[in-house]
T-cell receptor, first 114, second 118 residues
Framework: KQEVTQIPAALSVPEGENLVLNCSFT??????LQWFRQDPGKGLTSLLL?????REQTSGRLNASLDKSSGRSTLYIAASQPGDSATYLC?????????????FGGGTRVLVKP | GAGVSQSPSNKVTEKGKDVELRCDPI?????LYWYRQSLGQGLEFLIY????????KSGLPSDRFSAERTGGSVSTLTIQRTQQEDSAVYLC????????????????FGPGTRLTVL
């Protein structure tokens, strides 16, 4: 079964510390992987999209890596701030999925303490 | 430059009633997706529309669920005879192109509709 797993489910860090969020997927045949942020009661905000041919993507303090062969992606957030507190979701488009249907992980709930 | 919009933002209904949820995708986006986010279940795919092609309904949980997309733009998700287990946040997303593996496949999500079935 094609699944996506995120560990840990929750993470608490002091402000200024770097955040490392992990995502694993069971099938290396993917088109792309996308990281999202979700604030309580809100929709999803796309953070980074990594195509299957890419190894990483960067945007400001965010960096996401992709290792297809091992089925892993890592989202790094440098110098965390209280405003980074949210749930972070990773999702993949598996080859053979309907269009670009996303398969989501369960998310990591992040709390950055001032 | 508006994003994906959904209405209503919240819907409370009684068990057994029908509900309609609406999604307005980003203008020009050809592909539209519905997902459901339930407490303890995470986000799951429901249905996918690509242009004028027949939708992929493989994620719909029962025949009480249906969706249509008129004119290749606005979509309506209908749940008939609602049950308490239908309570969830229903999210809509759109992409510029729907071809699998297309580089134009970043999904943009709406704010969701929170459905509560009493």
């Amino acid at each position: 079964k094609q699944e996506v797993t995120q560990i840990p489910a929750a993470l608490s860090v002091p402000e200024g510390e770097n955040l490392v969020l992990n995502c694993s997927f069971t099938d290396s045949a993917i088109y792309n992987l996308q990281w999202f942020r979700q604030d309580p009661g809100k929709g999803l905000t796309s953070l980074l999209l990594i195509q299957s041919s890419q190894r990483e993507q960067t945007s400001g303090r965010l960096n996401a890596s992709l290792d297809k062969s091992s089925g892993r992606s890592t989202l790094y957030i440098a110098a965390s701030q209280p405003g980074d507190s949210a749930t972070y979701l990773c999702a993949v488009v598996y080859v053979g999925a309907a269009g670009n249907k996303l398969t989501f992980g369960g998310g990591t709930r992040v709390l950055v303490k001032p | 430059g508006a994003g994906v919009s959904q209405s209503p933002s919240n819907k409370v209904t009684e068990k057994g009633k029908d509900v309609e949820l609406r999604c307005d995708p980003i203008s020009g986006h050809t592909a539209l997706y519905w997902y459901r986010q339930s407490l303890g279940q995470g986000l799951e795919f429901l249905i996918y529309f690509q242009g004028n092609s027949a939708p992929d309904k493989s994620g719909l949980p029962s025949d009480r669920f249906s969706a249509e997309r008129t004119g290749g733009s606005v979509s309506t998700l209908t749940i008939q005879r609602t049950q308490q287990e239908d309570s969830a946040v229903y999210l809509c997303a759109s992409t510029p192109g729907g071809l699998a593996g297309s580089t134009y496949n970043e999904q943009f999500f709406g704010p969701g509709t929170r459905l509560t079935v009493l």
